[in-house]
C-alpha cells in the first residue's frame, strides 16, 4: 500500500526567506508524485509533479520539488517565499500501475511573516 | 466550463440527522473522488468512481456512509446517521479517462458541522 507522510503539521517562515516542505513516501516501486497547494476556501491545485526522469523537476510559482529515491522523500522548495504563498500544501503519491487514485499527505500549513 | 460544483457548500446538522452531499463533476470526466479533509487525518480518499462504477471504497469509514454516482452527471455521498466527528469539509473532484494522475479537478467543498 502507498502512503505520505508530512512531517511538519505548521510551518511559519518570513517573507523572502527560503522555504523546504518536507514529504517521504512509501511505495513499493517508483512512483508518481506531486505538490499541490490549498489557499483558504479553495479546493487543490497542482503545484508540480514527477513522473520519471530528472529528479529535480520545476512547477509553478516558482516552486521545485526533488526526488530522492534513498530517502523516499520528495521535498518542496522555493528559494524566496512571498506573502501570497501562505496556504496548505499537500503532498501525493500514485501508483504506476493499478490503482488510480491519490493518496495524500496530512498536509502541511505554511503561514509567512512580514 | 464551470469546474466541479459541490453543493451545498457549508451544512449545519444535529447529529443523528441524514446528511447529503452533492457533486457535478466536470463534462466529459468519467473518474470521480470523493475526499474528506480534516484537521487531524489530513485529506482522506473515500472513494472513487469509474464510469459511474465504484471502484474503490475502502476508504468509507463505516456503514453510515454510502456514496452513489446514477450517472456520469451527478454523484452523491450521503452520512447516516451523522455524528460530531464526522464534521471536516467534503471535496469531490473529477478526472477525464485520458487525463493523467494528476490531473484532478476539485470542486469548492462542502464544510459540514455535525452538532
Known amino acids: 500500500a502507498q502512503s505520505v507522510t508530512q512531517p511538519d503539521i505548521h510551518i511559519t517562515v518570513s517573507e523572502g526567506a527560503s522555504l523546504e516542505l518536507r514529504c517521504n513516501y512509501s511505495?513499493?516501486?517508483?512512483?508518481?508524485l506531486f505538490w499541490y497547494v490549498q489557499s483558504p476556501g479553495q479546493g487543490l491545485q497542482l503545484l508540480l509533479k514527477?513522473?520519471?526522469?530528472?529528479?529535480l523537476v520545476q512547477g509553478i510559482k516558482g516552486f521545485e520539488a526533488e526526488f530522492k529515491r534513498s530517502q523516499s522523500s520528495f521535498n518542496l522548495r522555493k528559494p524566496s517565499v512571498h506573502w501570497s504563498d501562505a496556504a496548505e500544501y499537500f503532498c501525493?503519491?500514485?501508483?504506476?500501475?493499478?490503482?488510480?487514485?491519490?493518496?495524500f499527505g496530512s498536509g502541511t500549513r505554511l503561514q509567512v511573516q512580514p | 466550463d464551470a469546474g466541479v460544483i459541490q453543493s451545498p457548500r457549508h451544512e449545519v446538522t444535529e447529529m443523528g440527522q441524514e446528511v447529503t452531499l452533492r457533486c457535478k463533476p466536470i463534462?466529459?470526466?468519467?473518474?470521480l473522488f470523493w475526499y474528506r479533509q480534516t484537521m487531524m487525518r489530513g485529506l482522506e480518499l473515500l472513494i472513487y468512481?469509474?464510469?459511474?462504477?465504484?471502484?474503490?471504497d475502502s476508504g468509507m469509514p463505516e456503514d453510515r456512509f454510502s456514496a452513489k454516482m446514477p450517472n456520469a452527471s451527478f454523484s452523491t455521498l450521503k452520512i447516516q446517521p451523522s455524528e460530531p466527528r464526522d464534521s471536516a469539509v467534503y471535496f469531490c473532484?473529477?478526472?477525464?479517462?485520458?487525463?493523467?494522475?494528476?490531473?484532478?479537478?476539485f470542486g469548492s467543498g462542502t464544510q459540514l458541522s455535525v452538532l
Open positions: 501525493a503519491v500514485g501508483a504506476v500501475t493499478g490503482r488510480r487514485a491519490l493518496t
Open positions: 511505495y513499493g516501486a517508483t512512483p508518481y
Open positions: 473532484a473529477s478526472r477525464a479517462s485520458t487525463g493523467g494522475l494528476e490531473k484532478l479537478f
Open positions: 463534462s466529459g470526466h468519467n473518474s
Open positions: 514527477y513522473f520519471s526522469g530528472d529528479t
Open positions: 468512481f469509474n464510469n459511474n462504477v465504484p471502484i474503490d
